[in-house]
């Protein structure tokens, strides 16, 4: 298992209810598990998880990208404006 911490933003944030949440989970879990992860705890981030983008460090990244200890990633859901 290693540490990592997950960043939310906008109605993200909301549904958590906090802006940071310290998760571990198995080694090498890729973005995609990490979504999936967080979909079985929060169920009402599902419709936000399939259009978010995700960044590691600061860095955005694909579904496939693997996770390694210390990782931050944030939770970036689709905006829309006007």
């Not at 571990?24 to 983008?53: D, G, H, M, W």
Request: zero cysteines; glycine letters at 4%; a negative charge.
């Amino acid at each position: 298992m290693i540490k990592i911490s997950v960043v939310f933003f906008a109605g993200a944030r909301d549904i958590v209810g906090q802006n940071r949440l310290e998760m571990q989970i198995p080694a090498l879990t890729s973005i995609a598990k990490l979504r999936a992860l967080l979909i079985e705890k929060f169920p009402q981030l599902e419709s936000l998880a399939t259009r978010a983008a995700f960044a590691v460090n600061e860095i955005l990244v694909l579904t496939d990208t693997l996770l390694v200890e210390n990782d931050e990633v944030a939770f970036l859901p689709a905006v829309s404006g006007g």
